[in-house]
């Protein structure tokens, strides 16, 4: 089993940033398995960052260049940074942990942009 705990979110206007966070408990294999992926009410989840154990990241082609994803390995906890929000960043953020025994989820963490 393994335990996602997101934190970070809040409000933010326009062009401000956040940085959330997702610490992984209990047996995680490896944190290369770990990303991001953000929801909209009455809209699929989709893809935010992710790591890979190749050292590359992976982001979805609109947010390239304005967030980061980064983590801590002594503390199984991973990042995204968020630079220059805009509202339609406004979402439920969510922690994805992936390995051969399943797919968990974090509980999600809201992010608000607006004036």
């Known amino acids: 089993q393994v335990l996602l705990v997101e934190g970070g979110g809040g409000s933010v206007q326009p062009g401000g940033s956040l940085t959330l966070s997702c610490a992984a408990a209990g047996n995680v294999l490896n944190i290369n398995f770990m990303s991001w992926y953000r929801q909209v009410p009455g809209q699929e989840r989709e893809l935010v960052a992710a790591l890979s154990d190749d050292g590359n990241t992976k982001y979805a082609d609109s947010l390239k260049g304005r967030f980061s994803i980064s983590k801590n390995i002594y503390k199984n906890t991973i990042f995204l940074q968020m630079d220059n929000l805009k509202p339609e960043d406004t979402a439920v953020y969510y922690c994805?942990?992936?390995?051969?025994?399943?797919?968990?989820w974090g509980r999600g963490t809201q992010v608000t942009v607006s004036p």
């Open positions: 994805r942990y992936s390995d051969l025994r399943g797919v968990y």
